[in-house]
């Protein structure tokens, strides 16, 4: 058998593999895990990816220190159509549909908030309906968004009428809450630890670097690549 061939730092930090939930990036061998909870309609989700995305991909996913997982918390039906699509686009392009959900998050998000009451209290059988699903996509304009990664809308809609998939995806959003007690957006668990009272980038950071400089496996120091 021959030897895997070792993956580039732009490979690490762009190449997705799905988990229950959600999806990694990054080299298994690296020194520290993260595991980050996540809603795609928390306004301070949005915040923390724009703040952070960039500098944990290339700098600690791409430079080998980090390994990362996102999972969905699926707080509502909206939420739930955005995850699907994530996870239907290719893996080379699910970290780039993550960030671009969340980095545009102003603008659809605005569109849902702008639906009628009626329409929203409809939207609420999303949960089990594929129709509801493919509704919110639809209204919000989600299949152009994803489109730019390689999925049509055909292909969307094939994707959000899976209703096991829907359903592992809520069940997974569950577990996580009461395995790792996860009761707000975003939270954050390093090496399988939940860490208290960190949401956002500015608590994140300092205790990332520091598990790396104590990892026995550690390699540079992150903050000396910035």
Known sequence: MSAPVAASAQDWATTAVPTDGGFRIGNPDAPVRLT???SYTCPACGAFSREAEGTLALVY?????LQVEHRSMVRDPVDLTVTMLVRCTPPRR??????????????WLARA???P???QAVWTDAFTSAERRRSIAS????????????VNRIAAD????????????VRAAEGNRNRF????????????????GTHDWAMLQPQLDARIAASPRRTANPAAQR
């Open 117 to 119: 009451q009626a329409q």
């Open 94 to 107: 699910m970290a780039a549909a993550h960030a671009m959900f969340l980095e545009r998050q102003a603008g």
């Open 139 to 150: 209204t919000l304009g989600l299949h152009a968004m994803v489109e730019r990664f390689g």
């Open 36 to 38: 980050s909870f996540l």
């Open 181 to 196: 007690g996860v009761t707000s957006t975003p939270s954050f668990a390093i090496d399988g630890t939940p860490l208290a």
């Open 113 to 115: 908030q702008s639906v």
């Open 61 to 65: 996913v791409g430079g080998g220190h």
């Open 158 to 169: 094939r994707c959000l009428s899976d209703n096991r998939e829907a359903a592992a995806l």
